[in-house]
């Protein structure tokens, strides 16, 4: 039974926002155990550049292809180039290293929680229902692909 869309104006970049607010109010009011090496905020910032990139990556495939961005919006083509080789979903992947970025460049254990939630509720959110309409917009090809690359990584 395939999953519904999700209805109203939260779109995948406002969980990660809300993410990356509820990361820096845990870091302030919650810090459970502060930790810091040196070169810890570079990586943290290496993280976040990485998933910047990711995500400009797979927004650019998707324009060039001329197919839907926005989540469950028609699609018109299986893009299955570039980062999609390693991950059918380089934007969330994109966005959880982001998130992954700021809770090291925070260097507090708290901002870490907030991670694995962002995965789950984009994974029920959004991925169930958009590897649906996938499987029923592109058939066997979607499914083939689906059997050789990972959902995350």
Same mark, same amino acid.
């Given at each position: 039974m395939a999953q519904s869309p999700p209805r109203g104006p939260l779109i995948p970049p406002v969980y990660g926002l809300a993410g990356l607010? /509820?990361?820096g109010l845990l870091h302030v009011f919650f810090p459970v155990m502060e930790f810091g090496a040196p070169g810890m905020r570079y990586a943290g910032i290496a993280l976040i550049a990485l998933g910047? !990139?990711?995500v400009v990556w797979a927004g650019f495939l998707f324009k060039r292809a001329q197919t839907g961005i926005v989540p469950f919006s028609p699609v018109t083509f /299986?893009?299955? !180039?570039g980062p999609y080789l390693w991950t059918r979903n380089?934007?969330?992947v994109g966005m959880a290293? !982001?998130?992954l970025g700021v809770?090291?460049?925070l260097a507090s254990l708290a901002p870490f929680f907030v991670l694995p939630l962002f995965v789950l509720l984009i994974n029920n959110r959004f991925i169930l229902a958009e590897e649906a309409m996938?499987?029923?917009a592109f058939g066997e090809a979607y499914r083939e692909y689906k059997a050789r690359v990972r959902r995350w990584l």
């Open positions: 607010l /509820l990361m910047i !990139g990711v /299986l893009v299955l !180039g380089p934007m969330y290293l !982001g998130l809770a090291v460049f996938l499987e029923e």
